[in-house]
């Protein structure tokens, strides 16, 4: 568990997804929770020609614009880790509440700084969701409606926003799906199991059997 080498989402988009994406081939449908939806697109907008790898795109509380919403609680708490966390290369995720496993200290930076600006850019200051709507990649958004922090609902829909027409957005709440889930449970938990994985499941089967428009 956690890391210690210093690496970034521009580390990971151009090293472990590039490869696993030309390993893999063609016809592939990404889903990620978190910032693992980030490095998918940022490897997408680096490496043009792996879009033609990708049939869909899938998010759980994916976003890198909006923690201003978020309440000011985290934000200090974020804003005093930033500052201490470097010094060992990685952010303790459990006693940060972000997870089992430590993350990467630059990659926590690099996205907090995405956030500050309003802005989620690649290494040359260009914005990567401007560039996203012209992909026509269909794209699943899911938002936990307890996830106030990390990805709040209004940071997914500015992310689902600029994947352009084709994407939906879902609030994963308890009038939907019986739960306002939290960021964690939005992946780690048996409710998302029996309630988000088979919508993704029926978005991703709807895109293979009759193309994006299927999905409603």
């Avoid at 309440?71 to 005093?80: T, W």
């Avoid at 956030?115 to 990649?137: T, Y």
């Amino acid at each position: 568990q956690g890391i210690s080498q210093p690496f970034d989402y521009t580390d990971l988009a151009m090293g472990e997804v590039a490869y696993a994406l030309r390993y893999i081939g063609r016809d592939v449908h990404l889903a990620a929770h978190s910032g693992g939806g980030l490095a998918f697109v940022l490897a997408l907008h680096l490496k043009p020609a792996l879009r033609t790898h990708v049939r869909s795109l899938s998010f759980m509380g994916t976003q890198a614009t909006r923690t201003d919403t978020a309440p000011m609680r985290f934000q200090l708490l974020m804003r005093l880790a930033r500052w201490w966390y470097p010094r060992r290369g990685a952010w303790d995720a459990k006693r940060l509440r972000r997870g089992p496993s430590d993350e990467s200290a630059a990659s926590l930076e690099q996205w907090m700084d995405w956030n500050a600006g309003g802005c989620f850019a690649d290494a040359e200051g260009r914005n990567v969701l401007e560039a996203v709507a012209d992909w026509s990649i269909p794209s699943l958004h899911i938002a936990g409606a307890a996830d106030v922090s990390i990805a709040p609902t209004a940071g997914v829909k500015a992310f689902a926003d600029a994947n352009g027409p084709s994407a939906r957005i879902h609030l994963a709440s308890m009038k939907s799906d019986g739960e306002d889930f939290t960021h964690t449970r939005l992946i780690r938990s048996r409710a998302a199991a029996r309630q988000l994985w088979p919508r993704i499941a029926q978005f991703m089967d709807a895109i293979d059997a009759e193309g994006a428009a299927a999905y409603p």
